[in-house]
């Protein structure tokens, strides 16, 4: 399962200046950790919203917003896209994160087979006779 | 139902289960370097584990699960040495050093440490898979000392009963103990025989995965995300094996297609005809970079590398009709070099087919007729009946047809073929 673990921003995020090199270096470990047990996708740190934009939809019309934004604690500075086997595991990961405070929120990813319809028996069986033609041909 | 206090207890042991699931490699990884003997460091680090379900309920998670663990794991081991006279030679050997280390377990992060893990693991990837054991054997003791499955997870993974794993996993230790198997990485000439191993494992379970249908028990596709992560952790571990790269570049691109490799009631959708808009582009990226990484290895014609530089060719065709053929010819030229076999040959018939047209591919496919291995399988007549087809040979095409549907076990298939056999009249 997918998890998008989203570090939201604080004042600190906000400013603009780079973070201090102690917890750049402890985000590096951390980062390392994740690669080291293979469930890292993707991840990135974020610039401060007054590098940013909004773009407002409504009544027909679209309105660009500069950055920066207020409301600071909604705003995010930063996210893992993870694949773990729980949402347990992604929040013992999380555990891990070398944050001294704040809130780092944890989101399931949509899976192909939150969308597949349930199937039927017969369907079922048809599907499994397939199965060997799937599997030995990639390209036939 | 369930009161406020069991409710806390169910919490604390799925946290239990993700820590198990975050640290029990690097656990019974380390614990092997020190006792030596695969087998048992599984069992102290099970112990461990049934300390925590014991304890964390109470006392809550401590803020270093591995450290706590392995801390708990490392006395026990003590222990154990001290209680059985026959360990005497080992406590001789190893149980000064556990002493020592084993009483002041540092619960901090120690950075220095993580070279040393990643060793230890290594060591586990290579001896797990080692090939005194039977392939069924490597692949359960992968899944349960590397992926920290359990016995019945497995069991369900791959549509066996779970004495049969937990046989399968008993006996495998045990051969690995009669084999007097060191803990160490394979060097020189074995290590290149070890690896592709260790390679092929992590494949099986990825192609046990893949094979998945949209009924099966969930734990079957997850074998698929499973073999993938082992392939990202084991990149980590030999990151100058170009295969290694290979193999994850092909994992990754495979997976890239597994939201569009089946319609809406679950049937399959052959590569040619999928919507591409449903391929995971994010895995892609990842799959042309680790080829990109193994072909700058020098390992371009790899089995793998070969395979996954397949793959890629089509993840980068925007639509099928944009399929660069002709390069997929090529490359499975140098495959069925590198790794022979029919099916491979057969693939190739097809791709010099598109390339250079159905009188090329049949060259090649009439090379396969007489090869035994390919004596009922229904690709074969069901391929050059295709082109004789489009080569305008009807009585030709048609018998192929006709004999690709008597082969075929897939009754929709048949269908399909005996209504080209009927185009041909």
């Known amino acids: 399962m997918r998890f998008m673990i989203m570090v939201k921003a604080n004042a600190e995020s906000e400013s603009g200046e780079p973070p201090s090199q102690e917890l750049f270096a402890a985000m590096g470990r951390f980062n390392e950790e994740l690669v080291n047990a293979g469930v890292l996708l993707a991840g990135e740190g974020l610039k401060p919203s007054s590098q940013g934009a909004r773009v407002r939809f409504g009544g027909g019309r679209r309105t660009v917003v500069d950055g920066p934004f207020a409301e600071t604690e909604e705003l995010l500075a930063g996210f893992w896209l993870i694949d773990v086997k729980s949402l347990d595991e992604a929040i013992a990961w999380v555990e891990?994160?070398?944050?001294?405070?704040?809130?780092?929120?944890?989101?399931?990813?949509?899976?192909?087979?939150?969308f597949e319809p349930h199937l039927s028996e017969e369907l079922h069986e048809a599907e499994l006779r397939l199965r060997e033609r799937v599997t030995t041909q990639q390209h036939l | 139902m369930a009161g406020t206090g069991t409710a806390a207890a169910d919490k604390?042991?799925?946290?239990?289960?993700?820590?198990?699931?975050?640290?029990?490699a690097r656990l019974i990884?380390?614990?092997?370097?020190?006792?030596?003997?695969?087998?048992?460091a599984e069992e102290l680090a099970q112990d461990a584990l049934v300390a925590a379900l014991e304890q964390w309920p109470e006392s809550g998670v401590p803020n270093n699960p591995g450290a706590w663990l392995m801390s708990v794991a490392k006395r026990r081991a003590i222990d154990l040495v001290r209680r059985k006279e026959n360990f005497a030679r080992k406590l001789e050997e190893i149980g000064h050093r556990l002493e020592v280390e084993g009483e002041g377990v540092d619960l901090e992060y120690d950075p220095a440490l993580d070279g040393e893990i990643g060793d230890d693991l290594l060591r586990l990837v290579f001896t797990a898979c080692h090939p005194v054991l039977s392939t069924d054997a490597r692949v359960a003791l992968t899944l349960r000392l590397l992926g920290g499955l359990t016995t019945d997870e497995i069991a369900r993974a791959f549509l066996v009963a779970e004495s049969t794993v937990a046989q399968r996993i008993v006996r495998a230790k045990k051969n690995l103990e009669k084999a007097k198997v060191p803990f160490e990485v394979p060097q020189g000439e074995d290590r290149a025989r070890r690896l592709s191993s260790v390679l092929e494992v992590i494949y099986l379970i990825f192609n046990e995965g893949y094979s998945a249908t949209a009924g099966d028990d969930w734990l079957r596709p997850e074998l698929c995300a499973e073999a993938l992560r082992l392939g990202r952790v084991l990149v980590g571990l030999v990151p100058k094996e170009p295969e290694v790269h290979g193999l994850v570049a092909l994992m990754e691109i495979q997976a890239s297609r597994s939201r569009a490799r089946t319609d809406a009631a679950g049937k399959p959708i052959l590569?040619?005809?999928?919507?591409?808009?449903r391929w995971d582009q994010l895995l892609i990226r990842r799959g042309l970079t680790a080829l990109e990484q193994a072909e700058?290895?020098?390992?371009?014609?790899?089995?793998?590398?070969?395979?996954a530089a397949l793959a890629a060719c089509h993840a980068r065709a925007r639509t099928a009709d944009a399929t660069d053929w002709e390069r997929i010819a090529g490359l499975y030229e140098v495959l069925s070099k590198v790794a022979p076999s029919p099916i491979v040959e057969l693939n190739r018939a097809v791709a010099v087919s598109m390339a250079f047209g159905p009188a090329a591919g049949l060259e090649v496919v009439d090379e396969l007729v007489d090869v035994p291995a390919l004596k009922n399988y229904h690709l074969l007549p069901s391929v050059r009946g295709d082109f004789l087809f489009k080569l305008g040979r009807l009585p030709e095409a048609k018998a192929e047809f006709e004999r690709a549907a008597e082969l075929t076990r897939n009754s929709r298939e048949r269908d399909l073929l005996l209504d080209r056999a009927r185009e041909c009249s």
Request: hydrophobic fraction near 40%.
């Open chain 1, 96 to 114: 891990r994160v070398p944050c001294e405070e704040g809130e780092v929120e944890i989101r399931p990813v949509f899976e192909p087979a939150d």
């Open chain 2, 12 to 24: 604390t042991h799925r946290a239990i289960e993700a820590v198990w699931r975050i640290e029990s």
């Open chain 2, 29 to 40: 990884a380390g614990l092997a370097r020190f006792i030596r003997d695969v087998g048992l």
């Open chain 2, 271 to 277: 590569l040619l005809e999928q919507d591409r808009s």
């Open chain 2, 296 to 307: 700058k290895l020098g390992g371009a014609h790899g089995p793998y590398a070969l395979q």
